[in-house]
């Protein structure tokens, strides 16, 4: 009995495949998913980048195609996020490099970001311990009126003020 399918047997024999020549793929590429997973990125934001003009995709139709280049360029943007620089400073840097096809201005550039940045943090670190300090000092201070006795009804008008002032300083 034919049914022109292949028997059992040749259904559950390893299939033999003839060895094929090596086939030179290419540079590799990646769809916005791949890379919306490797980053832990939602495609938007990829897309996003891409209207902003830091990523360049080719296309094929409706599909976007992304090479090491657009993936070298979002490690690169994670990474000045990650500094704290801003979207127009990291574009600032892809320009001069495109501009010139040189990092050397791109590295002098970035060096100066670097700089500026760091300056700034510690300005910040300052101000964070400024009010640190603040804070315990205003911290003792309600504290030692906490513990205080019950202050005299005729003083309590006072001490409202001067908690009041404490406050604002």
Same mark, same amino acid.
């Given at each position: 009995?034919?049914?022109?399918?292949?028997? =059992?047997?040749?259904?559950?024999?390893?299939?033999?495949?003839? &060895?094929?020549?090596?086939? @030179?793929? $290419?540079?590799? +590429?990646?769809?916005?998913? @791949?890379?919306? /997973?490797?980053?832990?990125?939602?495609?938007?934001?990829?897309?996003?980048?891409?209207?902003?003009?830091?990523?360049?995709?080719?296309?094929?139709?409706?599909?976007?195609?992304? $090479?090491? #280049?657009?993936?070298? #360029?979002? &490690?690169?943007?994670?990474?000045? &996020? #990650?500094?704290?620089?801003?979207?127009?400073?990291?574009?600032?840097?892809?320009?001069?490099?495109?501009?010139?096809?040189?990092?050397?201005?791109?590295?002098?550039?970035?060096?100066? =970001?670097? +700089? @500026?940045?760091?300056? =700034?943090?510690?300005?910040?670190?300052?101000?964070?311990?400024?009010?640190?300090?603040?804070?315990?000092?205003?911290?003792?201070?309600?504290?030692?009126?906490? /513990?205080?006795?019950?202050?005299?009804?005729?003083?309590?008008?006072?001490?409202?003020?001067?908690?009041?002032? $404490?406050?604002?300083?």
């Amino acid at each position: 009995f034919r049914s022109g399918r292949a028997p =059992m047997s040749a259904l559950n024999a390893p299939a033999r495949r003839a &060895k094929l020549p090596a086939v @030179d793929r $290419g540079p590799p +590429t990646y769809s916005i998913s @791949d890379l919306a /997973q490797e980053f832990a990125l939602t495609t938007r934001a990829i897309r996003f980048y891409e209207d902003e003009g830091r990523l360049a995709p080719r296309r094929h139709g409706q599909t976007r195609i992304y $090479g090491e #280049r657009e993936r070298t #360029r979002i &490690k690169l943007i994670l990474r000045g &996020k #990650r500094l704290g620089l801003a979207l127009s400073e990291i574009r600032e840097l892809f320009d001069i490099f495109a501009a010139t096809g040189n990092e050397k201005p791109q590295l002098a550039k970035f060096l100066q =970001m670097l +700089t @500026d940045r760091r300056a =700034m943090l510690h300005q910040q670190r300052e101000d964070i311990d400024a009010v640190l300090a603040e804070i315990a000092i205003l911290e003792r201070d309600c504290r030692r009126r906490l /513990q205080q006795e019950s202050l005299p009804l005729a003083s309590s008008a006072a001490t409202t003020s001067s908690a009041s002032a $404490g406050l604002a300083r």
